[in-house]
Structure formats: C-alpha cells, structure tokens
C-alpha cells in the first residue's frame, strides 16, 4: 500500500511539474510576444524632402518615448504629423493611431520609422498596427455670429481674412487641413507683381494692364473672361504693395524673365511658397481672426429668399459648429485631386498638387437651392516637366529645369532630337511634347548641370535620396532617369541610336560656338556653354498639373452668380475656385498672384454691402 502512494506521489509531482512547465512556458511566449529589448533604437523614413530619423525608447514592457531627431519637411505643413504621431503612439502603444490631413507622405515616414526601430527592439509591428485606437467623438454643438466666413485656408483665404480683419470685419476661417497654406505652401513660390513698387524698384516701368491683359490672352487661348482679367491686372499691382508692407511678405529682388510676357513681372517670395505661408500665418497670429483647422464644411445655409447666411462645419473631434455671417467668401481652390469633377484629358494628366484640392466649393454650391454656374471646368494649368513618383501622381522638376537651361541643359524626343526651344513658354513645350507617341521628352544634362540640377529641385521635394533611389533603376521603372559614362552608354540604356544623340550634341554645341541658335531660336543668353564631359543623364518629363482653370462664375464683385446669370446674395469666391480668369493656361506666377488678389478684392466688395 505504501508503495503504490509513493508511486501516485512521484507520478503527482512529475504532473504538477509538467503542468507548471508548460504554464511558464505559455506565459515565456506571451512575455516575448509583448516584451521589447530595452534601450534606444533608431528608424528612418522617406520624407517629402528626405529622411526622417526617430529614436524610440523601450523598456521591456512598452514604448516609452519617441524622438523626432532629424527632419526636412516643410514648415507648417508636416509640424503636426512631426509632434502628434509620436505622442499618440505612446500613449496608446499602436501603430494604428490617427494621422494628420494634408501631409500623408510626411504621416507614412514617420510610421514607417517607428515600425523600423520596433522591428530593432523586437517587437511586433503587425501587431501594433492592428491595436485599434478609439477616440471618443464629441457631441459638441457651437453656434457662431460673424461678419464675414472663409471657407478655406489658402492663399486666397488667408489673403481674404486679413483683409476683412484690417477692415474692421469680425472674421473666421474654417479649413480642413491641419495648416493653412494650401496650395501656395507647396508651390515654388512665384508672383506675379505688375504695376507694385517692387517691379518698378528692379527696373520695370514701363509695364501696363494693356500689356498684362494682352498676355494673358494670348496664353489662354483667348478663352480668359474679360472683366475678370482686367480686374486683377488693374489691382496685383496694390495687393502686392498691401502683402509686402502690411502682411510682411517678403520678396526675392531680380525679375524673371518668361516667354510668356513681353514684359519682366515676376518675383519668388524669399524662401519659396513654404516662406509666403509662414509668414502669412505669423501675421494672421497677431490679428482677431478667429481660425478653425481640421474642420470641414459640410453644408452652406440658405434662408427663404436664397440668401446665404451662413454654413455648418464639423471639427476632426466631432464638434459641430453652426456659422452665421453676413456674407460667405468661398476660397476653398481647385477640385484637381477629385477625378469625378476632372475632364477625360486631364484625368490622364499626372497630378501633383494639394490633396485638399477636391472641389468642394463646387460641390457644395451645386445644391438645387444654390445652383451656382460653373464655367471651363475642362481645363487645367498642365505643365511639360513632371517626374512619375508613382502611379498618376508627379513631382516638378521646374525648378531644376530653370537653373540648368541657363547654362546647357537640352530636352530631346525619345528618338534622342532635340525638337523645341528649351526657354519656350511651357505651353509650347507642352504642345511639343504632347506631339509626341510617349507624350514625354528627356531632359538632357552632362555632369556639371546635373550637380546644379539635383539641389535644385529639393524644394519640389525630390531629395538626394530619391534621385540616387531612381539613378539606380536606370531607366527599368518610371520614373526614367537615366545615366552612362558615356553619350553611347547612355544612348544604349536608354534605347537611343547612339549616332542619333551623339549629333544632336554635337550640332547643339556648334549653335553655341556660332552664338545662334539655328533651329529653334533657344536665346544666345541662356547658351553660354557646350554640354561638356559625361557622366551624361537623361530624365523623363511628362505633362504634370494640379492647378485647374474652371470653377464658378462670379462677376467683378467677386460675387457668385447662379445658372440663371443671377447674384446669390452673401456668396463672394476668390482663387482657384473662380472659373475664366487665365482662359485654359495659367502663366508663370499667375494663379498665386490672382489668389492674393482676388481674396483682398473680395473682402473689400463684400465690405461695402456689409457695413
């Protein structure tokens, strides 16, 4: 009997063992599964404008900080993603936190950075991003009373609450992105400045309406509305004096000179369009305008006798918010990244603008009660010089373009021809390269420009590590860049006849020994130099656009008019939202001029029916 309970003892112990054995090495599973190295590790993400590092620290059971410790992102647009995505993943200890509208390629490095230094430390990233994170939304409701309200926070917008603020108006700005900027903030950063202090005092004076409305005509295929072109050529000039001296922006001294102007007019705001938002921003800081960000508006009120008195807006939190004004200034831009409201050419153009850019203007103004009129809804500011980052969506090499067409920089077909005056207006480029099977050129450049060309296009945020990314594809995925030691090395890679481009440069650098250009009339200025010694590259360049030319009908007073040619009372729209002024082709410098101005116009119209 002793026996047999010693056995059943022994065989107790080894199943109390066995049952403990296994329990720990269950909870040693879950301890690794949820457990991290302790320490600091780093993590890099691409950017907009190029790496983005973090450090995060972890101790054993969790994340315990994350630092951004290096970043090239835009100003103000990217401060939000910088500063809240880390902190959420921290308090919430997921990858699957809310990120920030308007900056998605800044959002995705940073994620993409964390996930790397989790991935460091051990941990489980798929994990993490299948934590849900549930913010609790608010039920909130706010009535406000105003004079005036600005839907969105553009360029036009911005230009327009200040201006209704330095007169005197009680103002708020709802935008729905989590800055304000807009376009103009992404833009290279350029003006038109007819007729201002600034044009005279760098040489120029002896430009006039009659010379800008000419242009502009003639760039826009005559389709521009007259009385529309006329009122911004008549008042850039005193709005650009009004943001220089009273908004305080400032501005770059040397005129450009374009083929699309008989006359020099237009100056790059010092810093670039990032430099105009930032200190427009800082102004509208020191003012009462009152300033609602990550809010959108969802509807515009009309009362009995179709007059808008107001709108309603919804905050990213939930708050809802009832506005009342006297008057209403649409400033909500263009619908370029809304391919519903996108013409079937343009919807096969690259696009590279703002994803605020939806048309929600036009949307919201088309309800039956409204029935506002739009016009040239087919067209958009399509430029001959785009980069395919992925697939229906570009980055601008303009700014490169610019610096290395004035020393020796061509642009030839895919056959290896040059076929076009490289300092043409980007219309006739355009025109030349739509001509083409591929609809594309090459932008052709020996080492030396191409050293000027890659800082140079930083600021459309194509950095170093992306050309390097793209030179080591070698033309096998868009987009094309293109590179050999030598102009036959190069020719084979790219499925040129070598002979081909190798008289092509041959007969270019000739025009230059001859100072004439016997071809295309490429000006003897823009010539100083043959295209020298390789490592040659060649880089795509494909029709890009994000500015659209149509939008709604509004009269002198920049007021909105309906399908029957009538006033909508208490509806103003200034910037991209308004249809005709630039015909179906904006210029150099156009559409940020005419955003500026026509937002500071508005606000003195509706002033005047106001008070």
């Excluded at 990217?78 to 699957?96: F, H, M, N």
């Excluded at 209403?328 to 690259?350: C, F, R, W």
Aim: aromatic share 6%.
């Amino acid at each position: 009997m002793k026996k047999i309970i010693k056995i059943v003892g022994i065989v107790f112990v080894y199943i109390v063992i066995f049952v403990s054995m296994s329990a720990c090495g269950n909870n040693q599973a879950v301890e690794e599964q949820g457990t991290y190295q302790a320490g600091t590790f780093e993590g890099r993400g691409e950017g907009k404008n190029g790496p983005i590092v973090v450090e995060v620290t972890f101790s054993p059971e969790k994340i315990e900080k994350i630092e951004v410790v290096e970043h090239h992102e835009t100003e103000g647009l990217s401060d939000k993603s910088i500063q809240e995505i880390p902190e959420s993943v921290v308090a919430y200890q997921s990858l699957g936190v809310d990120t920030v509208s308007g900056a998605s390629l800044t959002n995705d490095a940073v994620l993409t950075a964390i996930s790397e230094a989790i991935e460091k430390a051990g941990g489980d990233v798929d994990a993490l991003k299948a934590v849900v994170v549930e913010k609790e939304q608010s039920d909130e409701v706010i009535e406000l009373t105003s004079d005036v309200a600005i839907v969105g926070g553009g360029a036009a917008g911005m230009s327009a609450a200040l201006r209704a603020d330095e007169l005197g108006l009680k103002t708020v700005l709802f935008e729905k992105m989590s800055y304000l900027g807009g376009a103009i903030s992404i833009s290279g950063g350029n003006q038109v400045v007819m007729g201002s202090k600034l044009q005279e005092q760098a040489g120029v004076k002896d430009d006039s309406v009659t010379s800008m409305v000419a242009d502009f005509m003639k760039n826009g295929d005559e389709k521009n509305v007259p009385e529309l072109l006329t009122l911004y050529a008549e008042n850039v000039g005193e709005t650009t004096d009004w943001l220089h001296e009273y908004v305080g922006i400032q501005y770059d001294t040397d005129l450009h000179k374009l083929a699309e102007y008989s006359h020099d007019r237009e100056l790059a705001y010092t810093d670039g369009g990032p430099g105009f938002a930032k200190t427009a921003r800082e102004k509208i800081a020191e003012t009462k305008i009152e300033v609602h960000l990550d809010t959108q508006v969802k509807q515009l009120t009309v009362d009995d006798k179709g007059v808008i008195t107001g709108f309603e807006a919804q905050a990213i939190d939930g708050t809802t918010y009832h506005v009342q004004a006297k008057a209403v200034i649409m400033a909500s831009g263009g619908y370029g990244n809304n391919k519903e409201l996108l013409s079937d050419n343009l919807k096969n153009v690259l696009y590279y603008g703002p994803e605020s850019s939806t048309g929600d203007g036009i949307i919201l103004t088309e309800k039956e009660e409204i029935d506002a009129a739009t016009r040239l809804m087919e067209y958009g500011k399509t430029y001959p010089n785009g980069v395919e980052i992925s697939e229906g969506k570009a980055k601008s090499t303009i700014a490169g373009n610019i610096v290395v067409f004035k020393q020796n920089a061509i642009l030839v077909n895919a056959q290896g021809k040059r076929v076009v005056n490289e300092r043409a207006s980007n219309r006739e480029i355009l025109e030349v390269e739509l001509a083409q099977p591929e609809q594309m050129l090459y932008l052709l450049m020996d080492q030396e420009a191409f050293d000027l060309f890659k800082p140079a296009v930083a600021e459309s945020g194509i950095s170093e590590s992306d050309i390097d990314k793209w030179l080591a594809n070698n033309g096998s995925t868009t987009p094309y860049f293109f590179y050999g030691e030598t102009l036959e090395s190069l020719a084979e890679v790219a499925g040129i006849e070598p002979a081909v481009l190798t008289e092509t440069i041959a007969t270019y650098n000739g025009y230059v020994t001859a100072k004439e250009d016997q071809e295309f009339q490429r000006p003897v200025e823009f010539m100083p130099k043959k295209i020298g010694d390789g490592p040659y590259y060649l880089i795509e360049q494909k029709p890009r656009f994000a500015t659209t030319m149509g939008g709604l009908v509004a009269n002198d007073q920049l007021q909105v008019l309906n399908k029957q040619g009538k006033v909508i009372p208490g509806l103003y729209a200034a910037g991209e939202i308004v249809g005709g002024v630039m015909g179906d082709d904006s210029p150099s410098g156009a559409n940020n001029a005419w955003a500026l101005t026509s937002g500071k116009l508005a606000s003195e119209s509706l002033s005047e029916e106001i008070k």
